[in-house]
């Protein structure tokens, strides 16, 4: 319904949302404290849903299952985007890890990032 909305959005209409003032707002306000509070606490919230075993944590198996359910068959990629995640290499993602890695990945400008990974190897 909103996707529609924003597609189709005149974009002489200065009171309809259209996808480029919200990617262009998005991103100028991407650093200010008050939306990285939001952001981190929609992607807590994410990552208690998809904790099954309740440890506060993301293991390999969680992570993985997090790609098979937004209908992805081939997860062989899922162990490399875990260890790119997994900076302090223990076997975990933490809370902190995993917004650190989707906020790279949605924000930085580094081509280099390990965390360009964070939703996979890009594919034609």
Avoid at 39 to 60: M, P, Q, R, T
Avoid at 81 to 105: M, P
Wanted: hydrophobic share 35%; charged share 35%; glycine share 4%.
């Amino acid at each position: 319904m909103y996707d529609q909305f924003l597609k189709e959005a005149d974009s002489d209409d200065k009171s309809a949302l259209t996808t480029p003032f919200l990617q262009e707002s998005v991103w100028k306000q991407r650093y200010r404290r008050d939306i990285k509070k939001r952001i981190s606490e929609i992607l807590f919230a994410l990552l208690d849903v998809l904790d099954v075993n309740d440890d506060g944590y993301l293991d390999e198996d969680e992570h993985r299952r997090w790609f098979r359910q937004l209908g992805v068959s081939d997860t062989s990629f899922t162990k490399d985007t875990f260890n790119a995640i997994d900076v302090n290499h223990d076997g975990k993602l933490s809370f902190q890890e995993y917004v650190d890695a989707c906020y790279d990945f949605f924000f930085s400008e580094d081509e280099k990032s390990p965390f360009t990974l964070f939703f996979g190897p890009l594919v034609d």
